[in-house]
């Protein structure tokens, strides 16, 4: 079965990814976590709540943690390039059967949401630039949100679904055998992806990512969590995946959210861009350098406020097969 | 007078700076120059040209030189969306008066030519990835032409242009006595720029950059180059930009053409991204650390094929206002 | 047990290890590797020897590679402040009851060799420096042999046997059940260690270290052994150890040599510095970040010529002790 | 006139240098200074003092700040080997004619004063490590002090006085006209220098240098300068010296007391290192970039505390010749 081609003329134009809405249990072990390892700056906050940005956003959130009982992802969100989009957008899920729904958001313009959770908007408060405001650099200092990735029940359906509204595949592994596609990467932005899609029990998010320049923020956030009481919370990592050629470190919250932090990308803007395809069986394109990753990494994931994970259409062992 | 507002709905879409073609005095020596120092691949060549690409770049070239008699820079390639673009391109600079011209180039589809010596096509031949050879990086180790930087005798009138087909400003300076605009950074493809104009005797090239992942890349180019033989190439650095908070470095290639390796950048996909606006009497715009530049680097550009270079509309010394 | 104490006032000056002579038996698949991929500089060859160099080195040679049936260890080198140094070298081995014998060295002055395969020189030829001819560095780029490191069957015997001709510890682990060391890192040269010693089946060399400066060499080397072959020949890392705080990785060359590169380190010249003490229940000691390392790690090594290995004193295992 | 051979059998064991005490105006500008920006570690402080330590040192202190109505240095601190080279060096230095004192110091032990200011120690207060205590790195993250660089108006005195304790040369710049030396680089700890002497007024303080790992810690301290009101306390750099090979910068302290960021180095434990000769009329022993350091660098420097410094013995310009 073919890679299905993307939409070049999607019926709304959505930009890039945007911001994640996670519940914690406890938001100020999560506080801690996301400022002094993670280093996003802190642009408002209450009792339940906490609202984040990296280093050179100006939006005003690209995380919210939000307090409850237990660990979940409540909302992706993703901005329009304009307020028609919305509009668009609104009747694109629509007539797909999909709910939609106009919801009030902090900080936020008018705001659509459908389900699996994902909101659109095109207007969020904008804050002054601190990209230079080099004192306020700390933890592994990031400078933007970059990607999520979800495990999905079937990838096939997730690329088809994302890509009629323009989410263009930029790499992907496939099963020779089936012809199924067992993982995509898709982008709106120019980079290798705002969602990327692996084979498991899903919908579920495997990890939020965010962006830095160096390997060497990575190694830094390495010695940092090891000496700080955070050892427990290194997961894998560092690496370099053959795929996308990111260098990598996954790493959890102290709810477990799996939090990427990515080094390296490359600029996807050319629609003719052809996607790289990988084969299920090649070892390298999971880590170039061989080393294997842990059996949590493909199992855990962070479970859909309001949606309920059903088990992959496919049957190969994930220990295998990612 | 305010920064003119890019018309964010354009006539036809542009999505990057694609390519650059140059006129060399001495192929072999440029030859020598662009891949050794500069690490560019040779994707074709014969007596009298030279293709090149970058490593994480899959058209075919990004620059293509050229054996002349004299230096000088022949052609701005830009990249459209699809075909249509090109006739939307074609309409949309007839409308203006400006000269059009359907040209034949290899390895390129349909060319449309304007003046200045401008040229946007959709299709070019596509190349397998070499991102991930790692043995073949050698130089600066390039991953992608980033942008062009000219001299304009009229920055406003440049901006105002550019901005009518889509070219959006991320951060320039501003005359605070004149109102005028001194210097701005534009972009399609989602970076601080795909083209910059700097006021000064022109149309000229200022530079055209090359991005590179860490200050490690120009720290390790210059130790090369200055133990074989160009220690006179290198012009000014390494420094950082307080406009667009670049990691630079400028060299000149064997006929003095400025090359920029051009680290750090920011994403600016938002259509609602807020200009930067520096002050003309503001030293650390140009350099954030405080060195300042040579007379040259104000001074010297390489000349258009075609067109006559004009004194800058705004008086005021160069040394003093770049 | 307390750490036997390192005597200050030798009855000979060492000055640093040296060089390492192996036994290699594809001696082109190990020039391609030693210098494509480890970096060094050929400074002589004939049909059975290779000579190499690293880039800041001006001795002669740091690694000799010597054609043979199988793969060992022939030679630890040491160089000594002065040639009456190995007179006294002579005196004090003699005075043990240890064999002794002046030997012949092409490239290198009076020569003495004892049993361990260990040899003592002052004179070995000196060649110009290369350190600033940037174009001569390839693979991970390697400033110069680091220490070697050793499986021994009883290291409180190896740490007391070298500390008595000046050896100094500064980091060991030590099991606290049975008050005994379980692993100690001892130098000449003022840096963590010369040479290191780690229970377990020895006499063997566990590796040999090259010191490069900063962690993207080793990024840089993953990369291109990932991509050009060498992919199995990784076998641990990047890491970094509690012990010495050193940035590693750990390869292995075509007959199964394990390299170190080694990155980090610091100044051990105090002779009151205090030995660091860690405990084997610590699993911060070995890989700071807390990834383990593979099975082969703890049990493969290099077989010295003629010496026959024997069992380890102590009984923990080796998995869980090292 | 060749090189002064160094005394490789000198009649006391210095083993390195040490501390240096300066006295500064204002104690709380420069408590600020030398924490945030160049982050050293407080390890003690009164109303008068400040007591400083880097990363990787366990003695008490490499900076003494002392306050006063000048800016001057007061004391270059070395550490002997052991207790009885304090005595040897009494004799040593008395032999000379040279005025000898036993000093009381804080936190050390027996202390010899002599004249030019130089003090000789064995025992310091030993500190526990930090080196691992990742959260505490902060400004310029240094390792350790490196080294002194004093202004001296006759260069060849210099070499043969400190040689003539062991002090051994590494780099050197000759006067081929003259046969003169110009400056020289000595060492004790194995490294490339533990003082070095630039012809010039003095004996002055040229700087004291810290040791960093990365070319990345000296951009980070560039950004954060830049940044936090310390633009004009850059003074030189980023660059490379030809001369040791060093990646520097130059910064001054908040009284003119000028330290340099220093990264690179390489081994130098080898009695039989040959040192590497330069000639005053090739422009990359300064720069092997090629970039021209300002003329205050040439000029300026830290009177000694009692000491008159005199105009150097050599008349060239010292632009030129530095």
Not at 15 to 43: C, E, P, W
Not at 124 to 141: E, F, S
Not at 187 to 201: E, S, Y
Not at 275 to 291: E, F, S, V
């Amino acid at each position: 079965m073919p890679l299905p081609a993307p939409n070049l003329y999607p019926d709304f134009d959505t930009i890039r990814l945007s911001h994640v809405n996670m519940s914690v249990t406890d938001l100020a072990a999560s506080r801690k976590f996301y400022t002094d390892i993670l280093g996003l700056q802190i642009t408002d906050e209450d009792n339940n709540h906490i609202y984040l940005r990296a280093m050179e956003e100006r939006g005003h959130h690209c995380v919210i943690l939000q307090k409850d009982t237990e660990a979940k992802v409540n909302i992706f969100g993703f901005k329009t390039f304009d307020e028609n989009d919305l509009d668009k957008a609104h009747a694109y899920f629509s007539g797909l059967g999909r709910p939609v729904e106009w919801v009030e958001r902090a900080y936020q313009g008018r705001t659509l949401m459908t389900n699996p959770p994902i909101e659109f908007y095109h207007k969020m408060d904008r804050l002054a630039p601190i990209h230079q405001k080099y004192k306020l650099y700390k933890g592994v200092k990031p400078l933007r949100i970059d990607h999520f990735n979800m495990f999905s029940p079937n990838v096939d359906e997730s690329v088809a679904f994302w890509g009629d509204f323009g989410f263009r595949t930029t790499e992907y592994t496939e099963d020779e055998e089936t012809g199924k596609i067992w993982a995509a990467w898709t982008h709106r932005k120019g980079g290798v992806h705002d969602i990327a899609f692996t084979n498991g029990l899903g919908p579920r998010m495997h990890h939020v990512a965010f962006w830095v320049p160096t390997p060497l923020n990575i190694i830094d956030l390495l010695d940092l969590m090891s000496t700080t009481g955070y050892v427990s919370n290194i997961e894998r990592g560092p690496g370099r995946h053959g795929i996308s050629n990111a260098f990598f470190l996954y790493i959890t919250d102290p709810d477990g959210h799996r939090i990427e932090i990515y080094c390296s990308d490359y600029q996807t803007v050319d629609p003719d861009l052809e996607p790289i395809k990988w084969d299920l069986t090649d070892p390298q394109r999971q880590t170039l350098w061989g080393a294997a990753a842990p059996r949590s990494w493909f199992e855990e994931g962070s479970v859909l406020d309001g949606v309920e994970a059903r088990d992959s259409d496919l049957k190969a062992s994930p220990i295998i097969a990612h």
